[in-house]
């Protein structure tokens, strides 16, 4: 399984991004995929995820500002960024699990000036 994370650039504070995760193979086999990101110096975080089911979950940080949605028909997992901080800058990764595995894509860049 392969999963491809876009959508990253610059932005500055208040304006919006949205990420795109396609995978290799069919999403409708995923128990739940997720966005994560990593700032400089810190440990890398759950931001969003939806499960097979729709069930979302969200970082207490970006909820009410971002959205995770699915489009099974094109194997792709979005992530909606409003109302970006600077403190959203990192790196967004996209990780499936496909049980009893999990897959990482690479990473993409946000970058949100002030």
């Known amino acids: 399984v392969q999963l491809q994370a876009s959508g990253g650039g610059l932005v500055q504070s208040g304006g919006s991004l949205r990420l795109s995760c396609v995978a290799s193979?069919?999403?409708?086999?995923?128990?739940?995929i997720g966005w994560y990101r990593q700032a400089p110096g810190k440990q890398r975080e759950l931001v969003a995820s939806i499960s097979s089911g729709g069930k979302t979950n969200y970082a207490d940080s970006v909820k009410g500002r971002f959205s995770i949605s699915r489009d099974n028909a094109k194997n792709t997992v979005y992530l909606q960024m409003n109302s970006l901080k600077p403190e959203d800058t990192a790196v967004y990764y996209c990780?499936?699990?496909?049980?009893?595995?999990?897959?990482w894509g690479r990473g993409t860049l946000v970058t949100v000036s002030s």
């Open positions: 990780k499936g699990f496909f049980a009893p595995y999990e897959y």
């Open positions: 193979v069919s999403t409708v086999s995923a128990n739940a």
